[in-house]
């Protein structure tokens, strides 16, 4: 694994009348009733982004309608499996034309403007570009004590365990390369997808590089994430994730077992 803290923008190098070198890139955003947030999203995604994805994860509100006004080039698709962010990222990873990925929360947290950081990291050598808001540059107002508290510890878990040497675990904002789609081979239906697609990106073997992200609060609305059903997810997602290869040193071993009997697995 490579994991390099330092971000590296598509306009960095000698100059080009293609910077992105050929590649094509699919913004994929799951939304569930964000249509307040979508005006302050949509319009600073960059004009050289080759079709951006949004992900209809069964909205009551007019999520949809309000996305085709701002952005008419958007492409809608639903998730017509059970709700969950999950869920609603695999409906959008299938409908990508895109030869790079990035995920992009509708509730306004995550910053459009660093979609370059991001694609840069993939151009440059990376095949998943894993956003943290605890390197330098990166940072957050939209954690609380609690929750912060809850991503050292699975981070720390993730390193004893993986031996990962991610400095964010339970961060959505991500990239990479389209290609590997199959080895991530995603599964899973919530919340817990950001800690499944960061241990499979390590385990087997991608290339990955930490891009520094500032997460903002959410403009409108109230985040949907619970911190203690949503967290035991990332738990159990740890271990199941584990068990296939148990870890080599004694102390992961202790962890493993704990984890286990914590999670009922």
């Known amino acids: 694994m490579i994991l390099d803290p330092q971000p590296v923008c598509p306009a960095t190098g000698p100059a080009s009348s293609d910077p992105l070198h050929g590649e094509t890139v699919s913004i994929v955003i799951p939304a569930l009733n964000e249509a307040a947030n979508l005006k302050h999203v949509l319009p600073r995604i960059p004009g050289w982004v080759h079709e951006v994805i949004l992900v209809d994860d069964h909205c009551t509100d007019d ?146 590089r930490e891009v520094p992200s500032f997460e903002a609060e959410r403009v409108h609305g109230v985040g949907r994430l619970e911190t203690f059903p949503d967290g035991w997810r990332v738990l159990k997602a740890i271990v199941n994730e584990r068990v296939s290869t148990e870890p080599s040193s004694r102390a992961g071993k202790k962890l493993l077992e704990r984890a286990r009997r914590i999670a009922g697995g």
């Open 63 to 208: 999520t949809v309608a309000v996305a085709r006004a701002l952005l008419p080039s958007i492409k809608v698709v639903s998730n017509l499996g059970a709700p969950g962010k999950g869920a609603a990222l695999r409906a959008g990873f299938e409908a990508v034309t895109g030869s790079i990925i990035v995920q992009l929360d509708a509730d306004g947290s995550e910053a459009p403007e660093e979609i370059p950081a991001f694609v840069g990291a993939i151009l440059s050598g990376a095949d998943y570009a894993k956003g943290t808001r605890f390197a330098p540059g990166g940072g957050t107002c939209d954690m609380t004590r609690l929750r912060v508290s809850g991503n050292w510890v699975f981070t720390k878990t993730a390193r004893l365990l993986f031996g990962a040497r991610f400095t964010d675990f339970c961060y959505g904002y991500n990239a990479f390369r389209t290609s590997a789609l199959p080895t991530l081979n995603l599964d899973c239906d919530g919340f817990e997808v950001e800690a499944v697609l960061n241990l499979r990106a390590h385990s087997r073997g991608l290339r990955i």
